[in-house]
Every structure is written in structure tokens, then in C-alpha cells.
């Protein structure tokens, strides 16, 4: 009988050539490196009472929840974790989901569905792609960097169900989605506007409230924002926020919420403890953004001739094409004491693999000062080595 996963080993190869391979890289307790990849934005992943309250919160309810939420996987402190976010980011009302992968497959799946339009824009995270494709709606891919081709869309839409999906912050190069904008489309067209703020939590909007509290829209009917606990609330988890009858409706409805055990006490307990940190100390969400800023200005003046842009976010992305380029970075950063994120396809488009260097509230003088240092040896002898010309 023939192997039926022989073909693993053709795919497997066939990466290798294309220079795609993913390899797990297990962390050590201790650190060598100064990490410029994790999405610990503000560096509670590690700090004492965030740990603290995941321990606390294990011991008082348990090692997991133990059961989906509307069974035994609802404890008291869920749904205090979801009346501090809602009442955090300014919306009516919060469901917490096991992370922010199923809060965007229930929210979409949900306020979609057959005989629904996804407008869904063309850079969106892979989980609101699935979400839409699983949500059997008719999906239009579009740029909602450009308002006016959603509205194009949304006319010449027959279904009346209408939902609107893009990412806040952009995961790869943290490019802004018009809002306000968009908001305005989408009320004039009878659309829902679900919009991705993972990486605006903590990151954006007064206080850290995230990026649709910035665009004044989180308490608006018609908006629902998701998040996810695991990157400036170094916890694990995610969140959809919005009015009260949105979080009914995904209550009842959203089978990702349904049919997903709880999240676990500890994360529950970790994410509510970051709020307080992150509501009682909002000098972290500008110390990132200094922290971002001297990444972009090391990297800028190692390799100028690369344009790096001016920081909306935590991310600073460092494009240099080739996915053998951007690997052959990555390793020398690492072999110098720094941890770059490496981004290809499919992850960015083709031709546009990169490092994406992401900041945290807490990167010291030293840290910075080694980031300078590294990107100012490994960038110009990347380039350089092998004569590509980055444009
Ligand atoms: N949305 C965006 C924009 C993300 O970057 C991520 C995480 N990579 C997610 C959703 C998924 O969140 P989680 O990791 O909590 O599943």
C-alpha cells in the first residue's frame, strides 16, 4: 500500500527550495536575546501581579473552566473580566472568548451567515478570512484603506444583511483603517462595522482604550470591536465588544463561543489584574511608543534607503523582499543578541518578506542601545551581501 502522506515530503521539500520553511523555536526560561518579536506590547506578560493574578485566580477556581461557557465555564470572574473590559474600551457590553482567533470566527459567523455580504478588507488577519469563508455569506474582498470602494460594494450589494470587517491596526505594518470613515460608509449603507483592534488595545486611543475609542466609535450600535487578551494584556484569550443585544445575539448564536470550552481561571485572572495595571499606569502606552520610535530611527539610519515609516503602532516593519533575505536577518539579529520577527508569504505578499520589529514599554536605554547596535551591522551587510537593492 502506498504511504498515503507521501506527498508531506514533496510539500516539505518544495518549501525548503521556496525558502518557506517554518521551524518551532522553544524560548528558554532565561532570555539571551532582546526581543523585538513577542506581542507583549507592554511587558505584562512577565510582570509580578499579572502573574499573581493568574495564580490566585488557578488556586480559587481551578486549573481549567471546566466546561464551555454555557454550561460550568462561566465563573464570577468572567464575567467581572467582561464588565472591566466593556466599561475599559466603552461599550455597552463584552463576551470573553478562549481566544481572539474564535472571537473573530463567533462574531463574524454570527452577524453574517447565508444570504449575508462580508465585506471583508484585503490585508484582514487569516481569522477573520476563515471566519468569513466559514460564515457562508457572499465575501467581497476590498480595500477599506479606501472607504469609497466599500461603499462601491455595499450599493451594489442585493443582500440586505451587511457586515464590514477589517483589522484596526494592521498586524504587519500597523497601517490605520480609516474608521471614521468607514463608520460613515457603513451607516449610510445599513452595514455592520466589526473592526480587529488587536493590536490597538493597549496600544492606541485614550489611556490604551484601543482604536476605536479613538475614532469615538466603540459605544456606536452599528460597531463591534474584537480583541485579543495575548498581546498588550499579556494573557491568553479573546473579547468581542459592543452593544448589549450584539453580545446577546453571540450568546445564543456564535457557535465558536457555544461549543468552546471557557477560557481557562488564570487567563481570566491575568487579563482583569493587566487592566487595572494598564488603567492605573497609562505612562506604559507612551513609553511604547518611544520604544517603537527608537526601533524605526535605528533601523532607518542602519539601511536608509529602506524607507521605514514613522510608527502608528508597536510594529515596525523592515521590508527587504526575498524570503531568504529577510531569513538570512533574522539569523544574523539572533547570532548578535536580537529577536526579529521574520515575516513571508503567506503571512505578507509575495516579494514584501520583512522583519517586523515590534516595541515594548519595557525596552531599557541598554536594550535600545544593542537594537541600534545590531540593526546598524546586520542590516547593511544583509543588503549589501547580496546585492539586492531594496526600493
Ligand atoms: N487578530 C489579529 C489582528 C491578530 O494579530 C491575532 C493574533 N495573531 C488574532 C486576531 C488572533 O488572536 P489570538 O492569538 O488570541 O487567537
Request: proline letters at 5%; one cysteine or more.
Amino acid at each position: 500500500m502506498d504511504d498515503p502522506l507521501a506527498w508531506l515530503d514533496d510539500t516539505a521539500q518544495a518549501r525548503q527550495a521556496a525558502g518557506l520553511r517554518r521551524v518551532l523555536a522553544p524560548r528558554d526560561v532565561v532570555e539571551p536575546l532582546v526581543d523585538l518579536a513577542s506581542n507583549d506590547y507592554l511587558g505584562l506578560a512577565r510582570d509580578a501581579r499579572v502573574i499573581e493574578g493568574a495564580v490566585v485566580a488557578t488556586r480559587t477556581w481551578g486549573a481549567g473552566s471546566t466546561g464551555s461557557r454555557l454550561v460550568t465555564g462561566t465563573t464570577r470572574l468572567h464575567a467581572e473580566l467582561e464588565e472591566a473590559l466593556a466599561a475599559f474600551v466603552g461599550t455597552a457590553g463584552a463576551l470573553v472568548f478562549s481566544s481572539g482567533y474564535t472571537a473573530n470566527l463567533g462574531a463574524v459567523t454570527a452577524l453574517s451567515g447565508r444570504g449575508a455580504v462580508v465585506v471583508s478588507d484585503v490585508a484582514a488577519h487569516a481569522s477573520l478570512v476563515d471566519a468569513a469563508r466559514l460564515s457562508r455569506a457572499r465575501v467581497v474582498v476590498a480595500r477599506c484603506s479606501a472607504p469609497d470602494e466599500v461603499d462601491r460594494h455595499l450599493a451594489a450589494a442585493p443582500e440586505t444583511r451587511r457586515l464590514v470587517v477589517t483589522d484596526g491596526v494592521d498586524s504587519v505594518d500597523g497601517g490605520l483603517a480609516p474608521l471614521a470613515a468607514l463608520h460613515a460608509v457603513c451607516r449610510a449603507r445599513g452595514a455592520v462595522l466589526l473592526v480587529d483592534d488587536a493590536h490597538g488595545l493597549g496600544v492606541r486611543g485614550p489611556g490604551g482604550a484601543g482604536l476605536v475609542a479613538e475614532a469615538g466609535l466603540a459605544g456606536e450600535p452599528d460597531v463591534v470591536t474584537t480583541a485579543t487578551l495575548s498581546k498588550s494584556l499579556g494573557s491568553q484569550g479573546g473579547v468581542v465588544l459592543g452593544s448589549a443585544a450584539v453580545i446577546a445575539h453571540l450568546v445564543d448564536a456564535a457557535r465558536a463561543f457555544i461549543f468552546d470550552t471557557g477560557l481557562a481561571p488564570g487567563s481570566v485572572g491575568a487579563a482583569l489584574t493587566a487592566l487595572g495595571v494598564l488603567r492605573d499606569e497609562p505612562e506604559r502606552v507612551a513609553a511604547l511608543h518611544r520604544a517603537a520610535a527608537a526601533v524605526a530611527a535605528s533601523a532607518r539610519s542602519a539601511a536608509p534607503e529602506l524607507g521605514v515609516a514613522d510608527p502608528t503602532a508597536a510594529m515596525v516593519p523592515v521590508v527587504l523582499g526575498e524570503p531568504d533575505l529577510a531569513v538570512a536577518a533574522r539569523d544574523a539579529c539572533a547570532a548578535a543578541g536580537l529577536r526579529a520577527g521574520c515575516f513571508r508569504p503567506p503571512s505578507v505578499p509575495e516579494g514584501t518578506s520583512r522583519l517586523r520589529l515590534t516595541a515594548r514599554a519595557d525596552l531599557s536605554a541598554d536594550d535600545l542601545a544593542l537594537v541600534d547596535r545590531v540593526l546598524g551591522e546586520v542590516l547593511p551587510a544583509v543588503l549589501g551581501r547580496t546585492g539586492v537593492s531594496a526600493g
